[in-house]
Structures are given as C-alpha cells and as structure tokens.
DNA sequence: ATAAATAAAGACTATTTTATCTTTTTTCAA
DNA sequence: TTGAAAAAAGATAAAATAGTCTTTATTTAT
C-alpha cells in the first residue's frame, strides 16, 4: 500500500505530534526507537518533512531535535505523503496506466473512483493533529505499544 | 499502490480473457505489446499466473499461447493480486504495523477500516470475467488504447 | 523423425528502495 | 571561545524489485 518511507514518515510525524512540542523538542533516536524503525533511515525521512514541505521542524545542537509548529499540525496527512513522493495512491490509475481518466477510463475505473475519493478525503480532511489525537486516546497504538501521554 | 507485477499481471489477465479462449491462444508477444509491459517480465508473471494458481492456462509448442478457463473467469481479481504476493493493500496496516487490529487500532485504523472493506469488496466480488466485460464496452481502455473485440 | 513454434526455466543485469556509516554544520552552555 | 550535542549532508552498502537474455522442454505439423 504504502512504502517504507512513508510509513516511518507518518508514524514519526504522528509521534512528534503526540511526544513533542517547541520546547521539548525529540531527538532522533528516541523517535526511531519509539516508532520502530531504522534511525538512519528515518533521520533521512525527517530530513525531507523538514525541507519539502515544512511539516516538521528541527533544530540542531544541544536540546536541539524535531517538533511541530501549530501550523504543521493543522496540516492535512496528505501533506506528509507528498513530502515523501507517495500520494500516487491518490493519483494514479490502479492499473497503472498513464491516460485512464473519467473520459477514458481503466476496467476497473468505475469500482475504484468512489474508492479512491474516500482515500483523498481519508488524506485530506485528516490533520497530523487528529492522528495524534486518536493516537493520544490510549487504547491507540504505534510500534505494537501504547505510547504513555503524560 | 500497487507493484509493476500486479499491474502486468492485472492488465495480461484481463486482456487475454477479452481477447484469449481455449481455442485462440495469445502469445507473449501480443500480450505484451497489447498492454505495453516489458515482455520477457511479462512472461515471468504469467509463470506466476499459471503456476500459483491457475488463473492463467497455457500450453507450449505451435498454436500454443495462454487462455483462460471458464472457472479462472469467474475468479476473483484478488485471485490475481495473491498470485503475485500482492494482497497487502487488503490485509495490512496503513501504517504498517504488525500488530494493528481492532482491540489495538492504530490511530489511522477507523478512518481505515471502511475504505479497507470497500477496496476488499472490490477486490473480490468483482471477477476476472467482469473487467473484462468493462473493458469489452468500447469506450474502456488498457494500453492507451481500446481493445478490438471482434 | 524432424523442424519449428512456443512457454518454462534459469542465469544474469539494472534500477529503485531501504538502510548504514562518516563527516560537516549549527547551536548551546560552560 | 571551546567542547559537546544535536541535525544535515554525503558517501556507501544491502536488499528488493524490475527487467533482459539464453537455454531447455513441450507441442504441433510436416
């Protein structure tokens, strides 16, 4: 469904959403260890969240580390798939094929149109805030654990 | 969404149960060139096909080529998808965690949970036999371009 | 029986994705 | 103003996916 990137992209996100705030910023190792992916990997993945699109932000040095602005938090899910070049789920023909639209659609066009405009909507109208809101609620789960919100 | 294979596998499938019968047996070639897919990968997921579960039939030697069985016809399309290890996108966590499920929802899960029945739904009540009636109707497209049916 | 046509099988290559490791830059605090 | 803590940047490696090419097996028709 998605990739690696993005998921590590959406679970690191919805952490630092929950986890952490302009003046508790997160370091990387903490991130990966709670989400559960490889730490370099994600340090690189969190480099594009900061650049391509603004979701997250970071600082360096001591007490430096990731976290949301407000603004970031009201930002649609979608924003963090684009960030990592995954929104194709949204876009594309499911049978990959390049010219299938509304006037020229794919066999399986029809059956998947109401599909994927659930899908846009599931991506669009859903903030990084909700999720961590859900996220927050405490049977909710990331990394196969409950993430404790003190 | 889904991987090249499963697109070829998808697009060969439904071509050749428009275009194929038991006594007009398709080459690679044709197959290849009809939904503009690499050829010699083509052939190695229509190996899968044949092979992992029957969906597709063949048989070598001249006038040799594959076709469809009325039975393969009224398969599933996820019988497609599972020949070539592709079903994730209906069994997996969005977020992809192993141990996502209903008593331990991960924070996208309920706004997934609908889409994810709908896309099962899908994927299984629909048959080979219906993309290819879909496909059949004229203005329906694989490859660009529309199918001939004679 | 033989030759030709075809898919199957296997070995190989290329590309993309995922992942790690090292070095550099920035920032803070002492 | 120096040292340490952090992310950023860059170089490299590993694994998975996508793709090609060659050989083999099967089938048919002559």
Known sequence: MLSKSAEYALRATIYIALKGSEDNKLGIDEIATAIDSPQSFTAK??????????????????NGGFYLTDAARKLPVRAVLEAV????????????????????????????????????????????????NESGKGKIVINNRQIKTK
């Open 85 to 132: 070049g995954e929104d194709g789920i949204i876009t594309k023909c499911v049978l990959g094929l390049k010219e299938c639209s509304e006037s020229r659609p794919c066999p399986m066009h029809e059956q998947y149109r109401y599909i994927k405009a659930q899908l846009r909507q599931m991506f669009e109208k859903t903030t990084i805030q909700d999720l961590a």
């Open 45 to 62: 993945i969190l480099q594009l969240l900061t650049k391509n699109n603004g979701v997250v932000s970071s600082v360096r040095g001591p």
